[in-house]
T-cell receptor
Framework: DAGVIQSPRHEVTEMGQEVTLRCKPISGHNSLFWYRQTMMRGLELLIYFNNNVPIDDSGMPEDRFSAKMPNASFSTLKIQPSEPRDSAVYFC????????????FGDGTRLSIL | QQQVKQSPQSLIVQKGGISIINCAYENTAFDYFPWYQQFPGKGPALLIAIRPDVSEKKEGRFTISFNKSAKQFSLHIMDSQPGDSATYFCAASMGDDKIIFGKGTRLHILP
């Protein structure tokens, strides 16, 4: 079982640049989640998809953030333009069909905006 | 209403001791309460979970105690080991896909 795969693991870029984070969920899982983790705010849900459809994007902080899931095996989180306050660890998670299913997290992307 | 409040923020316990992390919630519609464990450089992983129709669930050295009337639940780690050092998140769900996480507790077990 490959688990949730995120890329890149680390990203350092300058303020104003576009950042794209990628996620491959576990095969067969039909829900996908994007989280942001910081010391100050903990683990925040940004957006989640069910069967490739965005269900709840109320956690997306600003219009600079966008997420897509073009198919069941791939999702992206894009920040454009990036700002230093976007620096955080971004996690992708997936879960199978059914209520109260465990979420399986990737190892995250550590993003630093200079 | 949607929050899950977790305490303490950090905890230091001697090897062999009992680690206790507490959580409280307001929304009585929550019906599933998982705990996640996160090691440095890794994503959180499900550790143990409970539903409100039971007051306690035990898996090895890990026990969840649940008090429905007080809207509180806690994680007890018996015989704490250095390998238990991690960040622990309590969480709550209403039976849909979305999980509300607490802010986390950084646990350090002294060797």
């Amino acid at each position: 079982d490959a688990g949730v795969i995120q890329s890149p693991r680390h990203e350092v870029t300058e303020m104003g640049q576009e950042v794209t984070l990628r996620c491959k969920p576990i095969s067969g899982h039909n829900s996908l989640f994007w989280y942001r983790q910081t010391m100050m705010r903990g683990l925040e849900l940004l957006i989640y998809f069910n069967n490739n459809v965005p269900i709840d994007d109320s956690g997306m902080p600003e219009d600079r953030f966008s997420a897509k899931m073009p198919n069941a095996s791939f999702s992206t989180l894009k920040i454009q333009p990036s700002e230093p306050r976007d620096s955080a660890v971004y996690f992708c998670a997936s879960s199978p069909e059914g209520s109260n299913q465990p979420q399986h997290f990737g190892d995250g992307t550590r993003l630093s905006i200079l | 209403q949607q929050q899950v409040k977790q305490s303490p923020q950090s905890l230091i316990v001697q090897k062999g001791g009992i680690s206790i992390i507490n959580c409280a919630y307001e929304n009585t519609a929550f019906d599933y309460f998982p705990w996640y464990q996160q090691f440095p450089g890794k994503g959180p992983a499900l550790l143990i979970a409970i539903r409100p129709d039971v007051s306690e669930k035990k898996e090895g050295r890990f026990t969840i105690s649940f008090n429905k009337s007080a809207k509180q639940f806690s994680l007890h780690i018996m015989d704490s080991q250095p390998g238990d050092s991690a960040t622990y998140f309590c969480a709550a769900s209403m039976g849909d896909d979305k999980i509300i996480f607490g802010k986390g507790t950084r646990l350090h077990i002294l060797p």
